[in-house]
């Protein structure tokens, strides 16, 4: 069984700029989540999705979007990145909740560096 | 509101104490609370659930609804214990969806020898 990976591990961008994040979930899971995670605080929930839609979204503007693609991994799109968006990006995977265990399987993460 | 409050951002005791992490959550409605752990350099992993009433490396967490709490303790803390700790709830979803973990800001918990 893999585990969730995420690239690129690191990432140094200017503001304006396009940044695309990708994450391969866990084998057999179709449910990824994104987390934003800032210096000191804990990750906080940017947006799920399960085959292929969008199914939940958190308190980001629509600048930040997403993809999930039929062997369920995953992309975070930022656009116009802003200073503050330098963060630590998580991916998580997991079954849908019908399938009883739902625990979330977190990826490494990608560390987003603005400048 | 739904959120999860963890009010010690550092707790450091010497091997051999107990520990408690403090986690207080707020949430209408009947909540699943976990906690996840980061050992340094590692990627954040579940540590426990209280569906489960189990007990991992020693932790234990018990739901307490009328205080709305979700404390984590260890009768006897052990070096390896060193970690970032979070507490987390999740808010359920519609049909499919396994629903957003809304996380604590998280406890650093440091084992002296």
């Known amino acids: 069984e893999t585990g969730v990976t995420q690239s690129p591990t690191h990432l140094i961008k200017t503001r304006g700029q396009q940044v695309t994040l990708r994450c391969s979930s866990q084998s057999g899971h179709n449910t990824v989540s994104w987390y934003q995670q800032a210096l000191g605080q804990g990750p906080q929930f940017i947006f799920q999705?399960?085959?292929?839609?969008?199914?939940g979204r958190g308190n980001f503007p629509p600048r930040f979007s997403g993809l999930q693609f039929p062997n369920y991994s995953s992309e975070l799109n930022v656009n116009a990145l802003e200073l503050d968006d330098s963060a630590l990006y998580l991916c998580?995977?997991?079954?849908?909740?019908?399938?009883?265990?739902?625990?979330?399987?977190f990826g490494q993460g990608t560390r987003l560096t603005v400048v | 509101a739904q959120r999860v409050t963890q009010p010690e951002k550092l707790l450091s005791v010497f091997k051999g104490a107990p520990v408690e992490l403090k986690c207080n959550y707020s949430y209408s409605g009947s909540p699943e609370l976990f906690w996840y752990v980061q050992y340094s350099r590692q990627r954040l992993q579940l540590l426990l659930r209280?569906?489960s009433r189990e007990s991992i490396k020693g932790f234990t967490a018990d739901l307490n609804k009328g205080e709305t709490s979700f404390h984590l303790k260890k009768p006897f803390a052990q070096e390896e214990d060193s970690a970032m700790y979070y507490c987390a709830l999740r808010a359920k979803g519609g049909s499919g969806n396994t629903g957003k973990l809304i996380f604590g800001q998280g406890t650093t918990l440091q084992v002296k020898p």
């Open positions: 999705y399960y085959r292929e839609e969008e199914n």
């Open positions: 998580a995977s997991s079954l849908p909740s019908s399938r009883g265990n739902t625990e979330a399987f």
């Open positions: 209280h569906i």
